[in-house]
């Protein structure tokens, strides 16, 4: 039989433990669309990405090709790129050549209204990314989740007439897209951005010259149509590169 001293031992140290494990750190993301717990989910320190997203439990419509994870750090990055950007296209539009200020003062008001989302380029792949640590980052305070259905369209834009939404089609290629989207007559016959609906970027040679093997877009894709190089060299000659980026960022809506 215990003493009651023993018992008071036992009792004081047990009183340490009930607080060391109720104030155990804890990290937040915010879960959002077609999942089946969505919400502000609370998990220990030192989890990942991929524990997240095997607790949000995605619904059979969920699309996680263009799911978006978005941070707070990206965020103030992306914050500085869209300015270097909207800086860029405004100082191109003063040109004296009227075919680059209409191509600079449309594609500024193409991304104007683009919000900073702070998406982070990831593979939404659960399993996959617990044998990819590089692929299933750490989570962080303000770290959120969202994932809609799949979209339909793919969107054409940059040095075009306005934007175009096409219906999207499996074997189509990014040529193809772009075809159907008139472009200005600034715009860069030699290459295209593809923006597929994970983020990743391509940049694709278009010409007779130079053309590359045909590439499809995921649905919710896009495609950036460039503004030609020559008139870029006195003002940033890696503006289209980081426009193609900014795009990237977009969170993809069925």
């Given at each position: ?58 619904s059979p419509n969920a699309y996680l090709i263009g799911g978006m994870f978005a941070r707070e750090k990206a965020r103030t990055d ?177």
């Amino acid at each position: 039989m215990l003493t009651r001293i023993a018992m008071g031992i036992i009792a004081a140290s047990a009183v340490p433990l009930a607080d060391a494990q109720a104030s155990q750190p804890s990290v937040g993301i915010e879960l959002q669309g077609e999942i089946q717990n969505p919400g502000f989910l609370q998990l220990p320190t030192g989890s990942r990405l991929s524990d997240a997203l095997l607790a949000a439990k995605a619904s059979p419509n969920a699309y996680l090709i263009g799911g978006m994870f978005a941070r707070e750090k990206a965020r103030t990055d992306q914050l500085r790129l869209k300015a270097g950007i909207l800086h860029g296209l405004k100082t191109l539009s003063a040109s004296s050549d009227q075919d680059i200020k209409s191509a600079a003062l449309s594609v500024q008001a193409q991304l104007e209204d683009f919000p900073v989302t702070g998406r982070v380029k990831v593979t939404l792949n659960a399993r996959l990314q617990q044998i990819q640590p590089k692929n299933d980052p750490e989570l962080a305070s303000g770290d959120k989740l969202v994932i809609d259905r799949r979209p339909t369209t793919v969107s054409v834009l940059g040095a075009v007439i306005g934007q175009c939404v096409l219906s999207h089609s499996a074997l189509k290629s990014a040529r193809s897209y772009a075809a159907e989207c008139p472009s200005l007559a600034a715009a860069d016959k030699e290459y295209l951005y593809v923006i597929q609906a994970d983020g990743f970027v391509q940049k694709a040679a278009v010409a007779l010259w130079n053309r590359d093997d045909p590439i499809t877009l995921s649905p919710g894709g896009a495609i950036f149509v460039p503004i030609r190089g020559k008139a870029l060299r006195d003002v940033d000659s890696g503006l289209n590169d980081e426009i193609a980026e900014f795009i990237a960022t977009q969170h993809v809506s069925p």
